[in-house]
């Protein structure tokens, strides 16, 4: 799923993607080789995954939601 | 401590009806409200959009972690999404407690966490 700005980049609110069992850095990539003008914004996007914010050894399957949270501002 | 939480387009209204259970000693209403400025140029209305079933989680695990440091009655958050117009309420937030102290520490802190933390995103309207 895609938020704010990186709907713009990737085109997409919502889409789907063949990775399971993949670690963040495996799924970015994947990411970025399907999208490739997410790439920039990598260092600033945080990824949630079930409605959580992934942890750094957060493990990624096929049925899982993925959200690309961009910073927020809300208030 | 209770918690109610809300993500919608509902119009929002501060300064609701102050009253409490009788345990505790201080309500504080806070209401953010959208300005007619932004980064230096004149706006009508900002536009906010949530991952609202992640915003609504989040929000609540925000606050029992605050809880630890600043128990509290109560806590109700309400945030609109969509449209908001100049002058009107983008987030009301509610909270009960024995005293003051706890009720405004719960308030900026929440706050801070949620500028950072919340999945809500404002962009012009």
């Known amino acids: 799923m895609f ?12 889409a789907e993607i063949d990775a399971d ?3 963040a850095g495996q799924l970015w990539t994947m990411l970025e080789e399907r ?3 997410l790439a920039a914004q990598r260092d600033t996007v945080r990824l949630a995954r079930n409605g959580a914010y992934a942890l750094e050894d957060e493990i990624f399957r096929n049925s899982d939601e993925v959200a690309l949270i961009p910073p927020v501002s809300g208030g | 401590m209770r918690i109610e939480v ?13 009253g409490s259970d009788g345990v505790s000693g201080a309500v504080v209403e806070f209401a953010g409200v959208v300005r007619a400025e932004e ?16 915003a609504r989680s989040q929000t ?24 908001v117009p100049v002058g009107e309420v983008a987030i009301l937030v509610r909270i009960e407690a024995k005293h003051r102290a706890e009720a405004f520490g719960m308030l900026s802190a929440f706050m801070d966490r949620l500028k950072q933390d919340v999945p809500i995103w404002k962009s012009l309207a």
């Open chain 2, 6 to 18: 809300e993500v919608s387009d509902r119009l929002l209204c501060a300064a609701g009806a102050i």
């Open chain 1, 35 to 37: 999208w490739p003008r």
């Open chain 1, 3 to 14: 938020f704010a700005q990186l709907r713009e980049a990737a085109g997409a609110v919502v």
């Open chain 2, 39 to 54: 980064h230096g140029r004149a706006i009508e209305a900002l536009y906010y959009e949530a991952y609202e079933e992640m």
């Open chain 1, 21 to 23: 069992a993949v670690d």
């Open chain 2, 60 to 83: 609540e695990k925000i606050l029992r972690e605050l809880e630890r440091r600043f128990p509290c009655q109560a806590v109700r958050v309400l945030h609109r999404t969509g449209r």
